[in-house]
């Protein structure tokens, strides 16, 4: 029996500039989520290490997380497991002045094959336990159209060949429905010969498996750890662990790695609430200094009230609490109070709306008179756009 390993999407070394100095830690989540992996290949004897596209989040990783890949494939090169890579749309250049994949690296180091082409089928033939297994892959093609099928576009035909075929592809995959995020070129059933037991694609983050058609198998592993918050609904994180044989049926198992948890909450205001923060923070879950945290403030609040919310404090208060937290209050809206005109005297929507904020920021303290001034500004704006004078 063929026993394979198979990841993608660990995206290593992202970028998060939002997260501050705790960036550093969050990166080292997916070199953790990544190094796990190669440790159950080494403990299960794995004979191949399939990396589906997205090793790394970009073309352009750090030095040191480049060394610590370089490291982690050595040791399962002196253990006789071969790895091969594909670039995804991540780590695959979409020019020339972006360089070339740092796959191509790690090749040059001896640990790993890189089938870099995008427009021709590489093949590498091993022979694991008296089969030939011919591996194949081609690395993303940036050219190809979003669900334009990039093998027919560069009228590429997996070859047919080997006891046992395998091929490697960072694609979408005809008939499953994806985020529009993640929409990709696709590929179908039809482009893959009978002696293929297994396709091994990278690009979406669900671990899944197709059912079987013949002996071939279909499955993405599914990313490492959680690269945003669009996968706070996934369950599990971690990558497949697979058997191939001639005559047999392949089987797949997921094995889940650690991953740092993630969670949403989200909080209305309304007109009537009297203190934004209390009512945010009455909301929140308890302290947990592991947490993800992503707060969504919408609503309305009368523009008396706006001064009340006080986003900075909030995000202090979020620090406070866990391990890192974003705010998003996009849909946050301020309402105006009826401006009703007196006597005789009657005032443009513009005149009425800026004596109306003026008249809060005479009695404003420093915090406040700034976010009267920006409501004074946008409001105006908002109110010519809308044809008022």
Not at 205 to 222: D, E, F, I, W
Not at 232 to 256: C, I, N, Q, T
Not at 333 to 344: D, F, Y
Request: contains cysteine.
């Amino acid at each position: 029996m063929i026993r394979v390993v198979h990841t993608a999407d660990n995206h290593l070394d992202p970028k998060f500039s939002f997260l501050g100095a705790k960036r550093f830690e969050r990166r080292q989540d997916f070199f953790n989520s990544f190094r796990r992996v190669v440790e159950f290949a080494l403990e299960r004897k794995a004979h191949i290490f399939l990396v589906s596209g997205d090793l790394f989040d970009s073309v352009n990783p750090r030095n040191p997380i480049r060394t610590q890949v370089i490291r982690l494939f050595r040791r399962l090169s002196s253990e006789g497991i071969r790895v091969f890579m594909i670039a995804g749309n991540h780590d695959m250049p979409r020019s020339l002045e972006e360089g070339m994949s740092p796959l191509q690296e790690i090749e040059a180091a001896g640990y790993a094959r890189f089938f870099s082409k995008t427009s021709e089928v590489e093949v590498e033939h091993l022979n694991i336990e008296g089969l030939d297994v011919a591996v194949t892959g081609l690395s993303y093609d940036h050219t190809a159209g979003q669900d334009e099928n990039p093998l027919k576009k560069n009228n590429v035909k997996l070859p047919d060949e080997g006891d046992v075929a395998i091929a490697m592809l960072h694609y979408n995959f005809s008939g499953i429905s994806v985020p529009p995020s993640w929409r990709a070129p696709r590929v179908s059933w039809e482009d893959f010969p009978e002696n293929y037991r297994y396709v091994a694609l990278g690009h979406v983050h669900t671990s899944m498996t197709l059912p079987l058609r013949g002996k071939t198998l279909v499955a993405y592993p599914g990313s490492t750890e959680r690269r945003s918050f669009q996968e706070e609904g996934d369950e599990a994180k971690g990558f497949l662990y697979v058997e191939l044989g001639h005559d047999s049926l392949p089987r797949a198992e997921f094995v889940p790695v650690p991953t740092r948890p993630m969670k949403t909450v989200k909080v209305t205001l309304g007109e009537e609430t009297e203190d934004p923060l209390r009512e945010i923070v009455s909301r929140l879950p308890g302290p947990n200094q592991d947490l993800l945290l992503r707060l969504v403030v919408d609503g309305t609040l009368p523009l008396n009230k706006v001064s009340r919310y006080n986003r900075a404090a909030l995000l202090r208060e979020l620090e406070e609490r866990f391990f890192a937290a974003t705010i998003d209050d996009i849909d946050l809206k301020c309402t105006m109070q009826k401006i009703v005109s007196m006597g005789n005297e009657v005032k443009s929507p513009i005149e009425a709306f800026e004596e109306a904020v003026r008249e809060l920021l005479s009695k404003a303290d420093d915090e406040e008179r700034e976010v009267f001034n920006l409501a004074l500004e946008i409001g105006r704006k908002v109110l010519e756009e809308s044809g008022a004078w």
